[in-house]
């Protein structure tokens, strides 16, 4: 497609999932679009596991969050399609799986919470220890009971976001490398600030709550046990790990330590050790996967939770404060950010 000068300049700071959705939208709805990005090693997007998790984030208290999610997820299988690469979906259903009564009962209280935000019959449904081995034969017989949420997939988040930038360059897009310092010297008719942790510094209203996780990718060998087809999000013994498909193998998540330094993306042995060890615990083939990765990063959380996407002024725009829910979140951010621009 031919890009003409005559059509306006957005100008996106930030190369995170959100910055790249938010210009692909905006590329589609007539847009010229340049992002600017200070690269992959402080991005949250990299690192993340790619679940898209609504049912699975539900929380008493989060209910406007809850929502949003629900109607952000609406819109992923068109985003599959526009992308036009099926493989970036590496599960489409999730199991929640428990190893004690204990941690049956927490899963049950949240299966309440979910049951009561009207979610269509039929989407979760809960399983007993043996029928949640049915579905994953590879899972421990520790296994105590579970639910089993249709409909609650993953991507695969740099498959996503390498699909989402040639897209964007097809439109004419493009990506400059670089650190910017002040919004006020990119160039451009509109400015959108999606810099994720880094948008504090550029707008210091915007003020964020990081919160660090480190993350595992395993890649799987001849001789292991077959990938999961479902993602696995498990509470054992009390603490959370979750176990998300992709083509060669998992990703094995996360911690999550609050309050922490927004520089602080280092994977520590603690971390690394408790997850391998609750992974271990709930699907015991995973000791024959290679450890490929361990990494760390800093989810970009708002005060109140939900995300701040709004407009600052007539030039500029912010999406941020996704916090754990980056991923989910993106398509309704975008469309957002779509009508913003549209006035
Ligand atoms: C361990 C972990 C697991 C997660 N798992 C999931 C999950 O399963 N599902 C889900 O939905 N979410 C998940 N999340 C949350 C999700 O990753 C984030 O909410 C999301 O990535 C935020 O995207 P973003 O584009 O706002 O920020 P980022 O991905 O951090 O991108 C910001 C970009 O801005 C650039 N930048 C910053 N400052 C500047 C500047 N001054 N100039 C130029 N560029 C700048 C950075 O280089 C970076 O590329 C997870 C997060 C972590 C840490």
Request: with cysteine.
């Amino acid at each position: 497609m031919t890009v003409t000068q005559s059509r306006p300049v957005l100008s996106v700071i930030g190369g995170g999932v959100i910055g790249s959705m938010c210009a692909l939208a905006a590329a589609d709805a007539g847009w010229h679009v340049d992002i600017y990005d200070a690269g992959e090693a402080t991005r949250a997007s990299e690192v993340a596991g790619g679940m898209l998790g609504t049912l699975g984030e539900g929380h008493p208290g989060e209910e406007g969050l809850f929502a949003l999610s629900a109607e952000s997820t609406a819109w992923w299988p068109g985003w599959i399609e526009r992308l036009g690469d099926p493989a970036i979906v590496t599960a489409a259903d999730t199991l929640f799986v428990a190893t004690t009564a204990a941690d049956g009962e927490y899963l049950r209280q949240l299966a309440q919470f979910v049951w009561a935000q009207q979610v269509p019959d039929g989407r979760l449904t809960g399983l007993r220890g043996r029928q949640v081995r049915a579905h994953e034969p590879s899972l421990s017989t520790r296994v105590h009971s579970g639910y089993r949420a249709l409909g609650e997939g993953a991507l695969d988040n740099r498959r996503l976001l390498a699909g989402v930038r040639s897209r964007l360059a097809e439109r004419g897009g493009h990506v400059h490398r670089m650190w910017v310092d002040s919004f006020a010297d990119v160039p451009g008719d509109q400015v959108l600030i999606a810099a994720g942790m880094g948008t504090s510094a550029l707008l210091p209203d915007v003020k964020l709550v990081p919160a660090k996780g480190e993350i595992l990718r395993l890649r799987r060998n001849r001789q292991s046990v077959p990938v999961p087809r479902n993602v696995i999000r498990a509470r054992v013994e009390g603490r959370h790990v979750y176990l998300v498909p992709r083509a060669d193998g998992l990703v094995v998540g996360a911690t999550q330590y609050e309050p922490v330094s927004p520089d602080d993306r280092a994977a520590h042995a603690g971390g690394v050790a408790d997850l391998l060890a609750d992974a271990i615990a709930i699907m015991p083939g995973l000791r024959t996967y290679e450890l490929i990765e361990a990494s760390a990063g800093i989810r970009p959380g708002s005060a109140d939770g939900l995300p701040v996407v709004e407009r600052i002024d007539d030039r500029t725009l912010v999406a941020t404060g996704h916090g754990r829910n980056g991923i989910v979140l993106a398509p309704a951010t975008a469309a957002r950010i779509v009508e913003l621009l549209a006035g």
